[in-house]
């Protein structure tokens, strides 16, 4: 299969993910309608503009076009939140460190794809999960089965900067040597050519990855390791749980699903 039939493919499976999705995530239907109460439509008012930092280079999850045009999961569900909050959520691309560092400055009030994690909370606020999508090892294709996350020790292992994955590995298996990379593309190009010897992470951006880039050496075990929940992370400081609860009803009840 050519690379362009891969790239097809990959936006067909996208596409059909958010036929999923964003009916369940856009603005409520007219018999149910959503309304804000008089201090939640105080404090929108108030912020004519919200900045929501997606990420630049995560296909399919949240990423940019040649041209900067967001485009992904993530991104398709502001644009869908936004008709409900009229049109005041502004996209803001770039790395997850950059983003990360600038909610918890106050200079973004939101990021979209955040994993809810404990030590976050003092930093945001989290809607409702919108995906949960399982995380796996990736190797070479020559190499032996690896089941879990011991298997792993002693060996060098790829993972995107400042992801939660970082923190898990070097916390919990310190038998693991944990090299970052700037983007998963970047990740698994280093493991294709043998600079690492396993890769740990999301299997939607790495399966998009490895069909649309045409990795043909490098090879997933099947067995889950975890699942991760998605949210949107509002900034945690005075009022912003007036900002929380437009979004929680555009969530789904229950995450979408990539399997």
Do not use: C
């Amino acid at each position: 299969m050519d690379k362009n039939n891969n790239w097809l493919g990959s936006f067909i499976a996208l596409i059909v993910l958010l036929s999923v999705l964003l009916p369940l995530s856009v603005t409520a239907a007219p018999d149910q309608p959503f309304e804000l109460t008089a201090e939640e439509q105080r404090w929108l008012e108030a912020h004519p503009r919200i900045r929501i930092g997606t990420m630049n280079a995560w296909p399919p999850m949240d990423y940019v076009d040649k041209s900067g045009r967001p485009l992904g999961i993530g991104t398709e569900f502001i644009r869908a939140i936004n008709i409900r909050l009229g049109h005041r959520l502004e996209i803001v691309p770039g790395s997850w460190e950059e983003n990360y560092r600038l909610a918890k400055e106050h200079r973004l009030d939101a990021l979209m794809g955040v994993t809810p994690l404990a030590e976050r909370e003092q930093f945001f606020n989290f809607t409702t999960p919108y995906i949960e999508i399982p995380h796996l090892i990736f190797t070479r294709n020559d190499a032996s089965y690896k089941g879990s996350l011991d298997d792993l020790a002693g060996q060098t292992v790829a993972v995107e900067r400042g992801f939660f994955i970082v923190h898990l590995l070097e916390s919990k298996y310190p038998k693991i040597k944990v090299r970052e990379f700037d983007t998963t593309s970047d990740a698994l190009d280093a493991l294709s050519k043998g600079a690492v010897d396993a890769y740990v992470g999301n299997r939607a951006a790495a399966m998009y990855v490895i069909e649309s880039e045409l990795i043909i050496n490098v090879k997933a075990h099947r067995e889950s390791l975890f699942l991760r929940k998605f949210v949107l992370g509002i900034q945690a400081q005075a009022n912003s749980k007036n900002f929380t609860r437009p979004f929680m009803p555009a969530a789904p009840r229950r995450p979408a699903f990539v399997a």
